[in-house]
DNA sequence: GCAAACTTTCGTATAATTTCGTAATTAGTG
DNA sequence: CACTAATTACGAAATTATACGAAAGTTTGC
């Protein structure tokens, strides 16, 4: 066995069990400590696994620093149950347009049940996340918007504009019983615009706390939306 | 039997048996040991297999590469040196572009110190570490290549020619001591030099683990940069 | 055509590097 | 403090890189 071999073996291993003393790797792959030792300092420098004092442990996926956004993110839990809801509107091969809120960023996940889809989107973020998850995207580039971690004006427009897509999930800031689906910041409204536009059906995701808010800028009403998803019915 | 047909059988073999090492090869193929290894590296350069001291390993498709994004990067402190080395070109007002390598992000946190700069990058990691330093920048957007986060393909490289920058910074996966600068896929290396043509001065950046690596693909060479920034002189 | 100059390909020889075990020293743990 | 593990140092064996030259194939100019 040659050493990158014994490498992917170790990880192999620790896939399995989680954790492993150096004495057993050594016994296992038939080489010496030492040796075990150097492949784990390696490992640990790639920032695969996690050195202890005799055996190491693997490094989860999960202590990524990425979702930052998404971390302190509210009523995570009820975003999760609409955002399930709405891949009951995806199908195999879509084009879809995804804007940069995090209510919409919680369907990535379910997204790779599916294939030879494409997804748009205007969040580096969830850009990442999708390529995380293997699936092939877009994003449109732009002017970030930082607080929203999300790109916008003509550049992002332009994009999306030369884009034909099968369904858009989109968000926003809030909404009122009348129907108006409203947000703060011009350019984020302007571009959930083009993607409505570029779209043969839009699916508006929502939760509760967003019942009866009224910002500034308007981006379309209930009418022009497809169909609307949210925890209750 | 031709070289080119040497190196398919390589792979066929490989296909079958995984790995193999370069002595069997020899034998197998009636050449020698050093023509084995030339072909070796052809094939790593062009990423189908992974070289290993005694041997080859076949690059599955399935060989989780930890995207960039999770993995800590290795030679951080050399490149921290260099980033820093590199602001000193920047002058307040630039519009600059950074290519998607990990040596050029460490850049960003020594970029708030200046006043008016305009940054555009194709890399999504990079454009978020901006926002959070509170600079402004561009993305290109693009289609997302996953192993190097990074967008590349016709709309990135669109959105590259129609800005015009003062300073590129950007690297590379290797380079030689007669001046190349090389890249292991197509697409990074041309919107690099799309960024090349676009900015006014161009600034290599290079650790020293780069020297004498020798990838397909040409990005340009040493006499097309501005300056070179090392580690050392 | 044809020969000279050039390029490509490949083997040989040698220098440099990698890998890995052993052994000695240092550090960590209970 | 005793015991185990980790680091360091070092040497041996194997592998690889490099330099160089020979042979075969290409190109160029006449």
Redesign the pocket.
């Known amino acids: 066995m040659?050493?990158i071999e014994?490498h992917s073996e170790i990880l192999n291993i620790l896939e399995e069990k989680k954790s492993i003393?150096?004495?057993k790797l050594s016994k296992m792959l038939?080489?010496?400590?030492?040796?075990i030792?150097?492949?784990l300092?390696l490992l640990e420098s790639q920032g695969r696994v996690m050195?202890?004092?005799?055996?190491v442990v693997l490094k989860q996926a999960a202590e990524k620093e990425i979702p930052l956004m998404l971390r302190e993110d509210q009523n995570s839990d009820s975003k999760k149950i609409i955002a399930k809801k709405a891949t009951e509107f995806v199908r195999d091969g879509d084009v879809i347009f995804l804007d940069a809120s995090s209510t919409v960023a919680h369907i990535v996940p379910y997204l790779k049940n599916f294939k030879d889809i494409i997804v748009v989107t205007n969040s580096p973020l969830i850009s990442m996340k999708l390529g995380e998850e293997g699936i092939r995207n877009y994003c449109t580039g732009g002017l970030l918007l930082i607080h929203s971690v999300a790109y916008v004006g003509s550049e992002a427009e332009r994009f999306v504009s030369t884009i034909n897509a099968d369904v858009l999930f989109f968000s926003s800031r809030g909404y009122e019983e009348n129907g108006n689906i409203t947000d703060s910041s011009v350019e984020e409204a302007s571009i959930r615009k083009a993607m409505m536009k570029n779209s043969e059906k839009a699916y508006y995701l929502c939760d509760d706390s967003k019942k009866n808010k009224k910002y500034m800028y308007n981006i379309c009403s209930f009418k022009d939306v497809t169909k609307i998803v949210t925890e209750t019915e």
């Open positions: 040659y050493t014994r003393s150096v004495e038939y080489v010496s400590a030492p040796t030792r150097r492949d300092s050195r202890t004092h005799g055996g």
